[in-house]
Each structure stands twice: as structure tokens, then as C-alpha cells.
T-cell receptor, first 112, second 113 residues
Framework: DTGVSQNPRHKITKRGQNVTFRCDPISEHNRLYWYRQTLGQGPEFLTY????????KSRLLSDRFSAERPKGSFSTLEIQRTEQGDSAMYLC??????????FGQGTRLTVV | SQQGEEDPQALSIQEGENATMNCSYK?????LQWYRQNSGRGLVHLILIRSNEREKHSGRLRVTLDTSKKSSSLLITASRAADTASYFCATDLYGGATNKLIFGTGTLLAVQP
């Protein structure tokens, strides 16, 4: 296992379009996280999965955002009706309980 | 919202000098972690210190934790130009089922050759 993989690395979309990002965690990690990061800021927590259960979703996420982790393996993050304010780096991380997190390289979203 | 705040926001030093970054947080934690991020890349884990530990070392890194003050510091000794990056503390929150990792605002370190 080479680590956490995110696809695509870059996405440019027109305002109003839907986008979906994928994260493949380290296989034995049952905890998976999505973060959003804008320039000069730290990663902001979006949502957290333990196995296939989505246990927490940040109030930062509007109803346009949805995430899934079917069968507790890979995860997808979908943004519907994208807005320019959604432009950011979307980071995925996985880990075991109370251990260090391993991050993917991120998906950079640009909404034009 | 972000749990931790790093201080300073930016730090510029010469190669060979030591760099110290501080992190303050608000609630009880299981552990505190430090991460490094090169520009435009993902985060890389540096060191984890548990709530019952006071100091931890890893190579040129030294981390301290003061749970009474809800603060931590990261010391990088004998800095190198390659240490130039953003550094974040992250708190692993205590209790509950969520076990989420919350990041601070970061310190941008520039090491001049």
C-alpha cells in the first residue's frame, strides 16, 4: 500500500456544475477524514467516517456537499451546484484510532 | 472552526539557527500532533505527543506539551533550507465517538540559506 490516494489532482469547473472527488485510504485504516484548505489557512474539518458510518459533518458544509464511504473503503466527496467560494484544496486523510493521520496530495478545485 | 492557534504566524531564520513554534488549544485532548506542509502539497506527519507525555524527540525535532496551559511547542534545531514549509499542530479531541483531528492556523517557516 503506497498511501492515501486522491483523484483527480486538479479540477476546473464552471459555476453551477457538480463535481466529485475520490479518496482511497490506506487499506487497514478505519477512520477517514475530509478537509478543505484555502491559501494561507490550516485544513478545516469537513467530515469524518469510521468504517462506512459518517459520524460527524461540519456546520461549514452546506446541503450542497455530500460524502459517502460505501463498504468502509474508498470515499467520495460531491459538491453540487458549485460556487466560486468552493474553490480550495480538498484533502483526505486516513488513520487508526488515536494515531497519526496520513494525507493524500489533495484535489485542487477551481470554480470559474 | 479551528481548535488550535500557532504562534508566530510566520518565522524567518538563517540556516543553522533553531526555530520554535507554539500552539495553543482550547479543549481536552487525547494527543497533539505536528504536521508539515510544503507549498501546494499534502500534509506529512512529524510527531505525536500523548496527553500524559511532556516532551518527545525525533531527530532534530523536540516537542513539549503542557496540558495545564493547553499549549505545545515544536523546536527544530540546526535548521536547513529544506525545512522551509508550513507547520501545523493538530489536536486529537478527547472523548466521544468522533475521534476527529482539528488543525490550527499554521506557522510559515522560511529558512534562508
Amino acid at each position: 500500500d503506497t498511501g492515501v490516494s486522491q483523484n483527480p489532482r486538479h479540477k476546473i469547473t464552471k459555476r453551477g456544475q457538480n463535481v466529485t472527488f475520490r479518496c482511497d485510504p490506506i487499506s487497514e485504516h478505519n477512520r477517514l477524514y475530509w478537509y478543505r484548505q484555502t491559501l494561507g489557512q490550516g485544513p478545516e474539518f469537513l467530515t469524518y467516517f469510521q468504517n462506512e458510518a459518517q459520524l460527524e459533518k461540519s456546520r461549514l458544509l452546506s446541503d450542497r456537499f455530500s460524502a459517502e464511504r460505501p463498504k468502509g473503503s474508498f470515499s467520495t466527496l460531491e459538491i453540487q451546484r458549485t460556487e466560486q467560494g468552493d474553490s480550495a484544496m480538498y484533502l483526505c486523510a486516513s488513520r487508526l484510532k488515536n494515531t497519526e493521520a496520513f494525507f493524500g496530495q489533495g484535489t485542487r478545485l477551481t470554480v470559474v | 472552526s479551528q481548535q488550535g492557534e500557532e504562534d508566530p504566524q510566520a518565522l524567518s531564520i538563517q540556516e543553522g539557527e533553531n526555530a520554535t513554534m507554539n500552539c495553543s488549544y482550547k479543549t481536552s485532548i487525547n494527543n497533539l500532533q505536528w504536521y508539515r506542509q510544503n507549498s501546494g502539497r499534502g500534509l506529512v506527519h512529524l510527531i505525536l505527543i500523548r496527553s500524559n507525555e511532556r516532551e518527545k524527540h525525533s531527530g532534530r525535532l523536540r516537542v513539549t506539551l503542557d496540558t495545564s496551559k493547553k499549549s505545545s511547542s515544536l523546536l527544530i534545531t540546526a535548521s536547513r533550507a529544506a525545512d522551509t514549509a508550513s507547520y501545523f499542530c493538530a489536536t486529537d479531541l478527547y472523548g466521544g465517538a468522533t475521534n476527529k483531528l482539528i488543525f490550527g492556523t499554521g506557522t510559515l517557516l522560511a529558512v534562508q540559506p
